[in-house]
């Protein structure tokens, strides 16, 4: 079983709809989780963290985090052609420790 | 905004040779890693860094690898006897612990002819 699961994608959606992102883990023990946007060629770049169960909302951005279900999602509302990208899911198992990336999810945005 | 820095941004070495790839950390960050993804694959955890000392190593970390933190701002990835499979992008990260998320830097595109 992989450690950090993600849809690989692509997820097409029209315009100014609702992407919606799911990545699962498996072990019980990770504390923190990160939703990260790596554009083609690019570096990880940081959009969510969120650690304890619920919802954590930024902007366009909602994280969802289930620990009881080892689930947590990203909701990207009013999607824009430039949210087109591969979106990473992230965690780990304490402050310090080493990040555990799924193998992301690539979103399509169509105008 | 502070950043973390990577240079250079893309290496191209001939096989068998060594490089060195540098990073700059955030400045008050803690906990420094190298991370790599090799083209279409996931982001790959190499080492970890804390205290002038590896906290954590992968399988991949293996003896061709080390790092070092030579001074009070640099933190360095050394690859000896490169090999065709070291391709990848090399990224560095830091993070000021304490569950704050990690940040990276642009990366090093690593060519191996």
């Known amino acids: 079983q992989k450690e950090v699961e993600q849809n690989s994608g692509p997820l097409s959606v029209p315009e100014g709809a609702i992407a919606s992102l799911n990545c699962t883990y498996s072990d019980r023990v990770s504390q923190s989780f990160f939703w990260y946007r790596q554009y083609s060629g690019k570096s990880p770049e940081l959009i969510m963290s969120i650690y304890s169960n619920g919802d954590k909302e930024d902007g366009r951005f909602t994280a969802q985090l289930n620990k009881a279900s080892q689930y947590v999602s990203l909701l990207i509302r009013d999607s824009q052609p430039s949210d087109s990208a591969t979106y990473l899911c992230a965690v780990n198992k304490a402050a310090g420790n080493k990040l555990t990336f799924g193998g992301g999810t690539r979103v399509l945005v169509k105008p | 905004e502070p950043e973390v820095t990577q240079t250079p941004s893309h290496q191209v070495t001939q096989m068998g040779q060594e490089v060195i790839l540098r990073c700059v950390p955030i400045?008050?960050?803690?906990?420094f890693y190298w991370y790599r993804q090799i083209l279409g694959q996931k982001v790959e955890f190499l080492v970890s860094?804390?205290?002038?000392?590896?906290?954590?190593k992968s399988e991949i970390f293996d003896d061709q690898f080390s790092v070092e933190r030579p001074d009070g701002s640099n933190f360095t990835l050394k690859i000896r006897s490169t090999k065709l499979e070291d391709s990848a992008m090399y990224f560095c990260a830091s993070t000021g612990g304490s569950g704050q998320p990690q940040h990276f830097g642009d990366g090093t595109r690593l060519s191996i002819l």
């Open positions: 400045s008050n960050h803690l906990y």
């Open positions: 860094f804390y205290n002038n000392e590896i906290s954590e």
